[in-house]
């Protein structure tokens, strides 16, 4: 609008300048064949869309004319319409003028923002009274109103109507006690089939490759299953369950070695993958970055693979979940400083052959 108004007023002017070298018989024609014009759109047109611009010069030029006489016009709009925009342009006129002379309330300050937004969601059951008396424990002085407004800019109810308990939120309350485990299968350039045990945490999103084998026999699970519950409490876990599958291949005897350990087993529905969401994602990205990208030669070659993937998966790999940070290295502190950014380089180091990019600051 700001570029369109000035070419709308600038046209008028020329347009202006050229009838001032008509005679009146020029003008009334003119005038009258623009008539016939307009009443055969407004024939065909029911509603002419009409941009703020040509609302702005309409009524610029109109206002003057008294009632009776625009109702002698053929306009496209009523003439109560274009009295209505030029008492709409005078009223914004002075309301901008209002707003420059008074400063209003200043705004809440982002960080006292994103401290009512934390703990609203660190404590559901509690409504913007409760935050606000939180704040000014924390000697932070705002209005229950701000709070309110907060919350309700943000998409976060007010009331203490978030008390209510999700399926999402109790797995997330519980993913530090949780193990997920699965085989996945891949076939290498001679036509033989693999089997790829792994297991991944649901706290941190660590996964460890267990092993791969062409024939996984109850005792090749169980042994598997035993060096992982030697290496899980020095990694810090507290896992107390294991979500598996109903596959053979999981015995009596394999259980044991985790319920020796005070993990309890949990068995998915049949044919319910969803039950082992986490597990089953995890298998999609191994394929999708990695296996569905290399030609795998043998079981060495697979392994190596693997060990190189699940590296790559802990130590760089971002994860939404984590709030872009990888299972195993949290993330940095942001760079704030302007000039840095004048001095950024960023190396590339490729792994596997440049299936998998790693990026990091130059030394």
């Excluded at 982002?110 to 924390?138: D, F, K, M, P, T």
């Excluded at 259980?255 to 986490?278: C, H, L, Q, Y």
């Excluded at 942001?334 to 001095?343: C, K, L, Q, S, T």
Aim: charged share 25%; aromatic share 6%; hydrophobic share 45%.
């Amino acid at each position: 609008m700001l570029l369109r108004l000035p070419y709308l007023a600038v046209s008028s002017v020329f347009a202006f300048i050229r009838l001032l070298s008509m005679n009146a018989v020029d003008k009334d024609i003119e005038i009258l064949t623009l008539r016939h014009q307009l009443a055969v759109l407004q024939r065909q047109i029911d509603r002419p869309r009409i941009t703020p611009a040509d609302r702005a010069l309409l009524a610029a030029l109109l206002h003057r004319l008294p009632r009776p006489k625009l109702r002698q016009l053929h306009l496209i709009v009523s003439p109560e319409t274009v009295l209505r925009w030029h008492r709409d342009l005078v009223c914004r006129r002075h309301a901008d003028a209002s707003r420059r002379r008074q400063s209003g309330r200043p705004p809440t300050h982002h960080r006292i923002q994103a401290l009512v937004l934390r703990l609203a969601r660190e404590n559901s059951s509690w409504g913007y009274r409760r935050i606000h008396g939180e704040l000014a424990v924390l000697g932070i002085k705002v209005a229950p109103s701000t709070v309110w407004e907060v919350l309700r800019a943000h998409g976060i109810e007010p009331a203490p109507e978030r008390d209510r308990q999700t399926w999402a939120a109790f797995l997330r309350g519980q993913a530090h006690a949780i193990l997920a485990c699965d085989f996945f299968t891949i076939t290498i350039l001679n036509g033989a089939t693999l089997y790829v045990f792994a297991v991944i945490e649901h706290a941190n999103r660590r996964i460890r490759i267990l092993g791969a084998t062409a024939h996984p026999t109850a005792d090749w699970v169980t042994q598997a299953e035993r060096n992982l519950v030697m290496d899980v409490p020095d990694a810090g876990s507290t896992a107390r369950y294991l979500i598996r599958d109903r596959d053979s291949k999981f015995t009596r005897a394999s259980d044991a070695v985790f319920e020796a350990e005070g993990i309890e087993i949990v068995t998915t529905g049949i044919r319910v993958p969803r039950m082992n969401s986490i597990m089953e994602r995890w298998v999609q990205t191994c394929r999708h970055e990695l296996l569905d990208r290399a030609l795998i030669w043998n079981q060495a070659h697979l392994l190596h693979a693997l060990a190189e993937f699940e590296s790559f998966h802990n130590q760089r790999r971002p994860h939404r979940t984590l709030n872009s940070a990888a299972p195993l290295r949290p993330l940095p502190e942001p760079i704030i400083e302007p000039d840095r950014f004048d001095r950024l380089d960023v190396r590339r180091r490729d792994r596997l052959g440049g299936l998998l990019h790693e990026y990091a600051h130059a030394a």
